[in-house]
């Protein structure tokens, strides 16, 4: 079987059609952007595209949680830590920080796809980074497994601050954003 080396759009053209035939990725790249449509349009007065913003990026993320399959202990859980776990428990399962880090990843690229200008991209907000650094630090925490940061060449400097430091607890990671 030999792959044709195709072209950066992601279509793929089936043999004997004339009409594209989407990638995986872009397949579900289309199914995650009309979810988010339907999540705004469903919200509570409906909100337009135009006024989306990175706090109803962080709201929907938080809304995902409810449908994930990945166990995170809480930190009064006895298998808080463990790897893998000798018993069940009533801990909450969640969106595995990979799933919504490539969730994000689509949905910043659909974004300027369609028409979307990417220096009001929602998707691409730096809380949104640090949500999603929040999330991995405490599954991994809760799982055992200490994550590692990448030494920098120049000096990192903490400058952010830490807002949310052991927050595995609460139901959900959150970050503080200050407007001006």
């Given at each position: 079987m030999s792959s044709s080396g195709g072209g950066s759009s992601g279509k793929e053209l089936v043999e004997g059609s004339s009409s594209p035939t989407l990638s995986r990725y872009e397949s579900q790249k289309?199914?995650?952007?009309?979810?988010?449509?339907?999540?705004?349009?469903?919200?509570?007065?409906?909100?337009?595209?135009?006024?989306?913003?990175?706090?109803?990026?962080?709201?929907f993320l938080r809304y995902l949680d409810q449908f994930g399959k990945t166990k995170v202990h809480i930190q009064g859980c006895m298998f808080y830590g463990q790897p893998e776990p000798p018993a069940?428990?009533?801990?909450?399962?969640?969106?595995?920080w990979g799933s919504l880090d490539a969730l994000i990843g689509r949905l910043r690229a659909a974004y300027e796809e369609n028409g979307g200008s990417p220096e009001?991209?929602?998707?691409?907000?730096?809380?949104?980074?640090?949500?999603?650094?929040?999330?991995?630090?405490?599954?991994?925490?809760a799982r055992g497994i200490p994550y590692k940061?990448?030494?920098?060449?120049?000096?990192?400097?903490?400058?952010?601050?830490?807002?949310?430091k052991g927050n595995c607890?609460?139901?959900?990671?959150?970050?503080?954003?200050?407007?001006?």
């Open positions: 289309r199914r995650d952007w009309n979810t988010f449509g339907q999540y705004l349009k469903n919200q509570r007065p409906p909100v337009p595209l135009s006024h989306c913003n990175c706090n109803h990026v962080l709201d069940p428990c009533t801990c909450p399962l969640r969106q595995a009001t991209n929602p998707f691409a907000n730096g809380s949104i980074r640090v949500y999603l650094r929040e999330v991995r630090e405490c599954q991994a925490k940061k990448k030494k920098k060449v120049a000096a990192a400097t903490t400058s952010q601050g830490s807002s949310s607890d609460d139901s959900s990671p959150s970050t503080t954003m200050h407007y001006s």
